[in-house]
């Protein structure tokens, strides 16, 4: 009597056939890790460039611009009298007081500004008074050396209308 | 060989395939949703971005330039890095607002509704938003 069980031919089918699914699976697995990363870059990078709008918007809304010189905007607090620099150089956006100790680093650590490629603080001035600041920066997060999935690159424009 | 090992029946192959056919049809389909879920987020942030530069413009003009703001009560279309809006000027009587006259020529008050759209023109998203300017 002949024994039941599988030939050869229908046990390489057999394997042959998991192995392409397999390969599939971890081809839409390997992606979908991918995507995880840029997700989370992206969201750094967002939170970060909201973050730093809102700072500045605030500085603006409540002071008066005295000098707007391309990477840096002088703005004199309406409450205070307190003159604050707000400066882009060195690959971060910082915000410096008369008192040093409220200085502050606005940019996250986790991600890279880039003041390089246009002015950071372009002013409108109409009759000799500054009406409107427009800020430009770009921001980056991630690492470019592991491949486009890992690095996030994107640019913020915010416009504020002065209030003084 | 036993009579009974004679494999499966046409049936039996037809209703495999088919729950198996379902069961990666709603995998794909979570897939392309979850997809198109983060493109519509990333769209939604930009028309956002795009409306609030398109309000601090006319709260700009209407601070610099007043006589030329409420002179020019026009609805106006343009365009904020390559994303279209419009500004939708409305003369509205606001109830809880006295000062406000929208019969004066020019109105002391109107409400600007500004409307930035994108995707698909035959299924457009839209967002909005509405900003109220008096000159009082």
């Given at each position: 009597?002949k024994?039941?069980g599988?030939?050869?031919?229908e046990?390489?089918?057999v ?16 992606n979908s890790?991918?995507?995880k990363n840029?997700?989370n870059v992206?969201?750094?990078v967002e ?6 709008i809102?700072e ?5 809304v409540?002071g ?11 703005v004199?607090?309406?409450s205070?009298?307190?003159?604050t620099t ?11 007081s ?5 200085s ?9 500004v880039d003041?390089?490629?246009s002015a950071?603080a372009?002013c ?10 427009v800020f430009?920066?770009t921001l ?10 890992n690095?996030?690159e994107k ?10 | 060989m ?16 088919g729950?198996m056919?379902l069961t ?7 897939m392309?949703?979850?997809?198109g879920?983060?493109?519509?987020g ?11 530069r ?5 709260v700009?003009?209407?601070n610099?330039?007043?006589?030329g ?15 279209g ?6 003369r ?7 000062g ?6 020019p ?13 698909d023109?035959t299924?457009?998203q839209?967002?909005k ?5 008096t000159?009082?």
């Amino acid at each position: 009597m002949k024994k039941a069980g599988f030939t050869l031919v229908e046990m390489v089918v057999v394997v042959g056939v998991t192995g392409i699914i397999m390969a599939a699976i971890t081809g839409v697995l390997l992606n979908s890790f991918k995507t995880k990363n840029r997700v989370n870059v992206a969201d750094l990078v967002e939170q970060n460039g909201s973050m730093l709008i809102a700072e500045l918007r605030k500085n603006v809304v409540n002071g008066v611009v005295s000098n707007c010189l391309g990477p840096s905007v002088k703005v004199l607090n309406k409450s205070d009298q307190g003159i604050t620099t707000i400066s882009c150089a060195g690959n971060k956006i910082a915000s410096a007081s008369g008192i040093p100790s409220v200085s502050v680093d606005l940019s996250g650590s986790n991600v890279t500004v880039d003041c390089t490629d246009s002015a950071f603080a372009t002013c409108t001035t109409v009759g000799g008074k500054i009406t409107k600041v427009v800020f430009t920066f770009t921001l980056s997060g991630g690492s470019a050396v592991a491949g486009p999935a890992n690095f996030v690159e994107k640019e913020f424009v915010t416009e504020v209308a002065t209030r003084d | 060989m036993s009579k009974n090992n004679r494999g499966q029946s046409l049936i039996e192959v037809v209703v495999g395939v088919g729950i198996m056919a379902l069961t990666l049809s709603g995998v794909v389909a979570l897939m392309v949703f979850s997809m198109g879920a983060r493109s519509k987020g990333i769209d939604r942030k930009k028309a956002s971005e795009v409306a609030a530069r398109v309000a601090e413009r006319l709260v700009e003009q209407r601070n610099s330039n007043p006589a030329g703001f409420w002179g020019n009560l026009n609805n106006q279309i343009g365009t904020i890095d390559g994303v279209g809006y419009n500004a939708i000027f409305e003369r509205k009587i606001n109830s809880t607002d006295p000062g406000c006259s929208s019969i004066a020529e020019p109105p002391t008050c109107v409400n600007v509704s500004i409307g930035v759209t994108w995707g698909d023109p035959t299924s457009p998203q839209e967002y909005k938003i509405v900003r109220y300017f008096t000159r009082y």
